[in-house]
């Protein structure tokens, strides 16, 4: 899964607009607050990459979209999931 820079970047700004508007948190420092944002946004879809590779990769003898590989690759993910503690 790639997502752009862009995209990455209005998604932190809907967040941090989110955490404010809804009062979860003050962000004091609104640059750095966003800079951590999009870095964690950054890490988690590098993992959920790495994470949809690997379970494709099990899954290469399965026909893609039959419903035996949709039921493996839900399982598969949850399995990569809590192995890599996300």
Same mark, same amino acid.
């Given at each position: 899964?790639?997502? @752009? /820079?862009?995209? +990455?970047?209005? &998604?932190a700004?809907? +967040?941090?607009?989110?955490?404010?508007?809804?009062?979860?948190?003050?962000?004091?420092?609104?640059?750095? @607050? &966003?800079?951590? +944002? !999009?870095?964690?946004?950054?890490?988690?879809?590098?993992?959920a990459?790495?994470?949809? /590779? $690997?379970?494709? $990769?099990?899954?290469?003898? !399965?026909?893609?979209? @039959?419903?035996?590989?949709d +039921? &493996?690759?839900?399982?598969?993910?949850?399995?990569? &999931?809590?192995?890599? !503690?996300?």
């Open positions: 899964m790639s997502v @752009s /820079e862009d995209r +990455i970047s209005h &998604l700004h809907e +967040i941090a607009e989110r955490l404010w508007r809804d009062d979860l948190a003050d962000l004091t420092d609104e640059r750095r @607050s &966003l800079d951590r +944002i !999009k870095q964690s946004l950054t890490a988690y879809f590098h993992v990459a790495e994470i949809e /590779e $690997a379970v494709r $990769a099990k899954l290469k003898s !399965k026909v893609p979209g @039959s419903r035996d590989w +039921i &493996l690759y839900h399982k598969y993910f949850q399995e990569e &999931l809590a192995r890599r !503690k996300w």
